[in-house]
C-alpha cells in the first residue's frame, strides 16, 4: 500500500489542524493505520492508531484529549484532528500501516509509511 500525507502546516499555539493519509495500492480496510510524529533530534513516536475497522482507537498520553484519530474506509483515508496545538507538538508527523491482527503503538510493527508532513506549532 503506498500512504501520501498531508495538511501539515504553521499554526499558533491553541490552533487547530487536521492531517490527511490518503492509500492506494491493496486493500485499505485490511490495515490497522497509525500517526507517529518526530521531532529534530528525537525518535519517532507514537501519536495515535485506528483499527482496521475503526471501532477502536489508542493515543499517546500526550495528546488524548486533543488528537482524534478517524478513518473512511470507503475513502482509503485516515485523517488526524489536531485541536488546542503546543509547540511541543512541533514534527514531521507519518502515518503508517500495519496489517498484523492486532493494532499496535511501536513503529517497528509497521509495514508501509507515508513520506511525512511538517507540524510547526509556534509559540
Known amino acids: 500500500v503506498q500512504l501520501q500525507a498531508c495538511g501539515g502546516g504553521l499554526v499558533q499555539a491553541g490552533g487547530s489542524l487536521r492531517l490527511s493519509c490518503a492509500a492506494s495500492g491493496r486493500t485499505f480496510s485490511r490495515y490497522h493505520m497509525g500517526w507517529f510524529r518526530q521531532a529534530p533530534g528525537k525518535e519517532r513516536e507514537f501519536v495515535a492508531v485506528?483499527?482496521?475497522?475503526?471501532?477502536?482507537?489508542e493515543y499517546a498520553d500526550s495528546v488524548k484529549g486533543r488528537f482524534t484519530i478517524s478513518r473512511d474506509n470507503a475513502k482509503n483515508a485516515v485523517y488526524l484532528q489536531m485541536n488546542s496545538l503546543k509547540p511541543e507538538d512541533t514534527a514531521v508527523y507519518y502515518c503508517?500501516?500495519?496489517?498484523?491482527?492486532?493494532?499496535?503503538?511501536?513503529?517497528?510493527?509497521?509495514?508501509?509509511w507515508g513520506q511525512g508532513t511538517q507540524v510547526t506549532v509556534s509559540s
Open positions: 485506528i483499527s482496521w475497522s475503526g471501532g477502536s482507537t
Open positions: 503508517a500501516a500495519d496489517e498484523s491482527k492486532w493494532h499496535s503503538t511501536a513503529v517497528s510493527r509497521y509495514d508501509y
